[in-house]
T-cell receptor, first 114, second 111 residues
């Protein structure tokens, strides 16, 4: 079965500094990978996805993610963090075995300090 | 606004009771996904429907059931509720390129 792992429960970064939220994946076949963000008391919002093509994927709100096949990673990055980026971030993978379901990682809470 | 509508937003009930959560997908989307989000177990996939048919099943308890109606709205029925069923329940629909669009969730509290 497809799965993703987010090794960090929490990431702390100062405003203006670059941020990275890590994700590793385990898939059979080609990976379909996603990042979502959840603000307090809200539903998840789609940020970006990797299906095929360029290893650097650009998404919403200035976020980007780097797909690395040899390291089976899909880390989320942003060059300059904002306080408003503080939220819960989920990495996800599409699992097409037995239907098109999306499996989420445990989530990483990002705190950006002013 | 994702275009996915969920009701009710909040629900408080007692153990042993039954509740129904409702979801309307984005206009034009045929699929509906249900997820449970609790503090200790993250976001758990429950079940998926596509155009009225069940397509995938995850960690859904036998006390829980769902269906998707001809107008494409979906209902998640939770019965014989236990304290541990307290959670946020999300519905999502899938866009043409695979991303999910989530509703705002239904927060269930079982007392």
């Amino acid at each position: 079965a497809q799965s993703v792992a987010q090794p960090e429960d929490q990431v702390n970064v100062a405003e203006g500094n670059p941020l990275t939220v890590k994700c590793t994946y385990s898939v059979s076949g080609n990976p379909y990978l996603f990042w979502y963000v959840q603000y307090p008391n809200r539903g998840l919002q789609f940020l970006l996805k990797y299906i095929t093509g360029d290893n650097l994927v650009k998404g919403s709100y200035g976020f980007e993610a780097e797909f690395n096949k040899s390291q089976t990673s899909f880390h989320l990055k942003k060059p300059s963090a904002l306080v408003s980026d503080s939220a819960l971030y989920f990495c996800a993978v599409r699992d097409d075995t037995g239907g098109f379901k999306t499996i989420f990682g445990a989530g990483t809470r990002l705190f950006v300090k002013a | 606004d994702s275009g996915v509508t969920q009701t009710p937003k909040h629900l408080i009930t007692a153990t042993g009771q039954r509740v129904t959560l409702r979801c309307s997908p984005r206009s034009g989307d045929l699929s509906v996904y249900w997820y449970q989000q609790s503090l200790d177990q993250g976001l758990q996939f429950l079940i998926q429907y596509y155009n009225g048919e069940e397509r995938a099943k995850g960690n859904i308890l036998e006390r829980f059931s769902a269906q998707q109606f001809p107008d494409l709205h979906s209902e998640l029925n939770l019965s014989s509720l236990e304290l541990g069923d307290s959670a946020l329940y999300f519905c999502a629909s899938r866009g043409d390129t695979g991303e999910l669009f989530f509703g705002e969730g239904s927060r269930l509290t079982v007392l």
